[in-house]
């Protein structure tokens, strides 16, 4: 799967939008985007995930660059509760990369009163 | 739904005692994944079962470690002898071909402490 690379730490105040970016020059064309979150203490939540299309659900959109070398996830109006450590993972869906979840460092999102 | 369970939730051993991590996927899960994580290397998937069938061990770091899932709601990851650098938290997690993109639910994760 590819390597992903993110911001180490980043910072919100609540109630505003946080941008998370990602980078992942190397996905291939099967290649899917996602993100999970991990509260302190507990385990990885998923978020949402994405092909080459834009993606929305109740917790987050996504944004998918045209040449999909690199995504946004974005959390409309913080809150204190989405403080956590986000991960960034490319993951094939076939053959022995199906299930595969690889996890690099993410990015601590804090979000400030 | 219960979610994943684990047991226990903390676990605290001597140096080259065995020990037993428990998990119970969701019902209905047909795939089951066993993580480590420690502040030094983060989170690392050990193994993964599908239909009770281990797929990748790949991450497995040694023979001191094993995994058995002898029925499609249980799993256990035994670690005999453990020593202290096996200290860290141990995740399960299902899944569900149905579940969106193959989302994985994660358990709350057992913490162990090798003394």
């Known amino acids: 799967d590819a390597k992903t690379t993110q911001p180490t730490s980043m910072d919100c105040a609540e109630g505003r939008a946080a941008n998370l970016p990602c980078n992942h020059s190397?996905?291939?064309?099967?290649?899917?985007v996602y993100w999970y979150r991990q509260i302190h203490s507990q385990g990885p939540q998923y978020i949402i995930h994405?092909?080459?299309n834009n993606e929305t659900n109740e917790m987050a959109s996504l944004i998918i660059t045209e040449d999909r070398k690199s995504s946004t996830l974005i959390l409309p109006h913080a809150t204190l509760r989405d403080t956590a450590v986000y991960y960034c993972?490319?993951?094939?869906?076939?053959?022995?990369?199906?299930?595969?979840?690889?996890f690099g460092q993410g990015t601590i999102l804090t979000v400030h009163p | 739904d219960a979610g994943v369970i684990q047991s226990p939730r903390h676990e605290v051993t001597e140096m080259g005692q065995e020990v037993t991590l428990r998990c119970k996927p969701i019902?209905?899960?047909?795939?089951l994944f066993w993580y480590r994580q420690t502040m030094m290397r983060g989170l690392e998937l050990l193994i993964y079962?599908?239909?009770?069938?281990?797929?990748?061990d790949s991450g497995m770091p040694e023979d001191r470690f094993s995994a058995k899932m002898p029925n499609a709601s249980f799993s256990t990851l035994k670690i005999q002898p453990s020593e202290p650098r096996d200290s860290a938290v141990y995740f399960c997690?299902?899944?569900?071909?149905?579940?969106?993109?193959?989302?994985?639910?994660f358990g709350p994760g057992t913490r162990l402490t090798v003394l």
């Open positions: 997690a299902s899944s569900s071909p149905l579940s969106r993109g193959g989302e994985q639910f």
């Open positions: 190397t996905i291939s064309g099967n290649e899917y």
């Open positions: 993972i490319v993951r094939g869906m076939g053959g022995t990369s199906y299930g595969k979840l690889t």
């Open positions: 019902s209905g899960h047909n795939s």
């Open positions: 994405g092909l080459k």
């Open positions: 079962f599908n239909n009770n069938v281990p797929i990748d």
